[in-house]
């Protein structure tokens, strides 16, 4: 009796023989099998949903949406224009686009966004972020996002430091630390650093690049790299009300992707915004409304085969009409 019952596994190991033994006699031995092999089932069902939802996530990840700590929808601002702002990062979005930009805030910004991406259940992202001018030292910035449902999450939180080196010249970085989990497979981070520098030709033309995780940051003990990115734009603005952008992005064994958007102010309190992409190919569009230092913005991105992703945000920015032009 006892050979045949203990043949009965539990996670892949065999049942300790006391749990067989606690009901040797009658029908309690049975009792006590069946109720183990209720357990049993229970954490194996418990195991697979966990793995199958981790996998989805992941194929979902890597084929359809983002991998892991690839750019996430940072604004709703960006995002109407195509997500084209390496050239034109005048605000505290440039921790996300290019750094080098903090340095144009005239003074304390604040911005909160929030996006269910592509309508996808449980992949919801959130970004906080402040910014603020220190006297001698440029601008700082500091950021916290958070992405991913409770078997998959994704943590960064980064430190940003915009500077002037010369008359319109400017350059900035960011240190990143960035934290995975994965339920059932533990969890690990890694240190990212970017770098981005912003010529301001003149208050109407602006040229970027940047480059994103340069040091070459690892997660999974090595055997997985994150993205590389290396980015250049310009910013033209033609006529009162109107502002142009127009990013070039490269990530490392991808094709290389551009980004065009455009910013139209209709009225003293609302902006109308609209931009393309390649490589996927979508359009955007998107619309601010502010009343005094508070903005809201929206962005609609569409997909070629998911529902479209809607990008809500809403800032603070003090100073905002007037943006530096120092070193």
Same mark, same amino acid.
């Given at each position: /009796?006892?050979?045949?019952?203990?043949?009965?596994?539990?996670?892949?190991?065999?049942?300790?023989?006391?749990?067989?033994?606690?009901?040797?006699?009658? $029908?309690?031995?049975?009792?006590?099998?069946?109720?183990?092999?209720?357990?049993?089932?229970?954490?194996?069902?418990?195991?697979?949903?966990?793995?199958?939802?981790?996998?989805?996530? !992941? *194929?979902?990840?890597?084929h359809c949406l983002y991998g892991a700590f690839e750019t996430k929808p940072p604004a709703g601002r960006t995002l109407g224009m195509g997500g084209a702002f390496v050239g034109f990062s005048n605000?505290?979005?440039? &921790?996300?686009?290019?750094?080098?930009?903090?340095?144009?805030?005239?003074?304390?910004?604040?911005?909160?966004?929030?996006?269910?991406?592509?309508?996808?259940?449980?992949?919801?992202?959130?970004?906080?972020?402040?910014?603020?001018?220190?006297?001698?030292?440029?601008?700082?910035? &500091?950021?916290?996002?958070?992405?991913?449902?409770?078997?998959?999450?994704?943590?960064?939180?980064?430190?940003?430091?915009?500077?002037? &080196?010369?008359? $319109? &010249?400017?350059?900035?970085?960011?240190?990143?630390?960035?934290?995975?989990?994965?339920?059932?497979?533990?969890?690990?981070?890694?240190?990212?650093?970017?770098?981005?520098?912003?010529?301001?030709?003149?208050?109407?033309? /602006?040229?970027?690049?940047?480059?994103?995780?340069?040091?070459?940051?690892?997660?999974?003990?090595?055997?997985?790299?994150? !993205?590389?990115?290396?980015?250049?734009?310009?910013? *033209?603005?033609?006529?009162?009300?109107?502002?142009?952008?127009?990013?070039?992005?490269?990530?490392?064994?991808?094709?290389?992707?551009?980004?065009?958007?455009?910013?139209?102010?209709?009225?003293?309190?609302?902006?109308?915004?609209?931009?393309?992409?390649?490589?996927?190919?979508?359009?955007?569009? $998107?619309?601010?409304?502010?009343?005094?230092?508070?903005?809201?913005?929206?962005?609609?991105?569409?997909?070629?085969?998911?529902?479209?992703?809607?990008?809500?945000?809403?800032?603070?920015?003090?100073?905002?009409?007037?943006?530096?032009?120092?070193?």
């Amino acid at each position: /009796m006892l050979s045949e019952t203990s043949k009965i596994r539990r996670g892949g190991k065999s049942l300790p023989d006391c749990v067989i033994q606690a009901g040797a006699s009658g $029908g309690k031995t049975k009792k006590s099998v069946q109720s183990a092999e209720c357990r049993v089932q229970r954490k194996t069902i418990t195991k697979w949903s966990i793995f199958l939802l981790t996998h989805l996530l !992941t *194929y979902s990840l890597s084929h359809c949406l983002y991998g892991a700590f690839e750019t996430k929808p940072p604004a709703g601002r960006t995002l109407g224009m195509g997500g084209a702002f390496v050239g034109f990062s005048n605000d505290i979005n440039a &921790i996300d686009y290019n750094p080098a930009g903090l340095r144009l805030i005239p003074a304390f910004q604040f911005s909160s966004t929030y996006s269910n991406i592509y309508s996808v259940a449980g992949l919801n992202y959130s970004q906080v972020k402040f910014a603020f001018p220190v006297r001698g030292c440029g601008s700082t910035g &500091i950021l916290y996002s958070d992405f991913g449902p409770s078997e998959y999450k994704e943590q960064v939180f980064i430190f940003s430091h915009g500077f002037g &080196i010369s008359k $319109g &010249i400017m350059f900035g970085y960011n240190i990143k630390s960035m934290c995975i989990k994965i339920s059932e497979y533990g969890d690990d981070s890694a240190l990212g650093l970017d770098i981005g520098a912003l010529a301001q030709i003149s208050e109407d033309f /602006m040229f970027g690049v940047s480059a994103k995780n340069i040091n070459e940051p690892e997660i999974s003990r090595g055997h997985e790299k994150l !993205t590389e990115e290396f980015l250049t734009g310009f910013f *033209y603005r033609p006529l009162a009300g109107l502002n142009l952008a127009f990013d070039i992005e490269k990530v490392l064994d991808k094709p290389v992707a551009l980004h065009m958007g455009a910013e139209f102010r209709l009225t003293g309190f609302f902006m109308f915004r609209t931009g393309l992409q390649t490589n996927p190919s979508q359009y955007t569009l $998107g619309m601010g409304v502010n009343y005094e230092k508070i903005y809201m913005d929206y962005a609609y991105v569409s997909h070629a085969t998911l529902d479209g992703m809607h990008i809500f945000s809403l800032s603070v920015k003090y100073g905002g009409k007037k943006e530096r032009k120092k070193k």
